[in-house]
């Protein structure tokens, strides 16, 4: 069984906050079964961590324009497929990363066992950089500004509602989402009510709401 000690961390679901995902755990009682408090909410229960039988794979990770290179034990009959996150430990941080690529003797694949990759590609998605494009209020799409918005990843935008971010004040007009998204039925949404979290967005186009005085740029 894995041997773990007090005050390290692990990374296991949460019952309270996050069933389907993992986060970042503390432990405060090592044993048989480990006692452990989630990070997110605090919330403390008891866990039987799985057997530590894993292989190291190199992760390639891209965030804000740049990328590293970091490692992560994966358990020895994990099968791993694109769109799937993890939490990844590095020496600056833990960090949730989705994968975006599978690299492995034979190419890149979207989908394979961890005995046939060699490298994971993915993308931190904790936090992440928004790209937006904004028009005037009075509706001219001539004149633009395109803009980043550094905001968690889980953050919701939807069609049709209005966001302020310090000076910026807009309303979301049109969500395109990535091609690693899944879950949404069309690339671009434009409907009143169409919503996408920041991390599967590749770009918002909104409509700006501060000023009616614009000026080329």
């Known amino acids: 069984m894995t041997d773990v000690?007090?005050?390290?961390?692990?990374?296991?679901?949460?019952?309270?906050?996050?069933?389907?995902?993992?986060?970042?755990?503390?432990?405060?009682?090592?044993?048989?079964?480990?006692?452990?408090?989630?990070?997110?909410?605090?919330?403390?229960?008891?866990?039987?961590?799985?057997?530590?039988?894993?292989?190291?794979?190199?992760?390639?990770?891209?965030?804000?324009?740049?990328?590293?290179?970091?490692?992560?034990?994966?358990?020895?009959?994990?099968?791993?497929?694109?769109?799937?996150?993890?939490?990844?430990?590095?020496?600056?941080?833990?960090?949730?990363?989705?994968?975006t690529s599978l690299e492995t003797d034979e190419g890149r694949t979207e989908e394979a066992p961890v005995d046939d990759v060699d490298t994971i590609w993915s993308r931190a998605v904790g936090n992440v950089a928004v790209n937006v494009t904004m028009h005037p209020k009075d509706g001219r799409h001539d004149e633009t500004e395109s803009f980043k918005l550094q905001v968690p990843g889980d953050y919701d935008f939807v069609v049709g509602e209005t966001e302020e971010f310090g000076d910026e004040e807009f309303t979301v007009e049109g969500i395109h989402v990535r091609d690693d998204a899944h879950g949404y039925d069309h690339e671009k949404m434009d409907f009143e009510g169409d919503s996408a979290v920041a991390k599967d967005i590749n770009r918002l186009y909104v409509r700006d709401e501060s000023t009616t005085a614009w000026s080329a740029w």
Do not use: N, Y
């Open 5 to 99: 000690t007090s005050g390290e961390r692990v990374a296991l679901p949460c019952p309270a906050c996050s069933p389907g995902l993992e986060t970042v755990h503390e432990v405060l009682k090592p044993g048989g079964q480990v006692t452990v408090r989630c990070t997110d909410c605090d919330h403390v229960h008891k866990e039987q961590l799985p057997d530590d039988d894993t292989v190291p794979r190199d992760v390639v990770v891209s965030q804000d324009g740049e990328s590293f290179t970091a490692q992560v034990d994966v358990p020895d009959d994990e099968d791993l497929a694109v769109g799937e996150e993890f939490l990844l430990e590095t020496e600056a941080a833990v960090m949730t990363v989705r994968i």
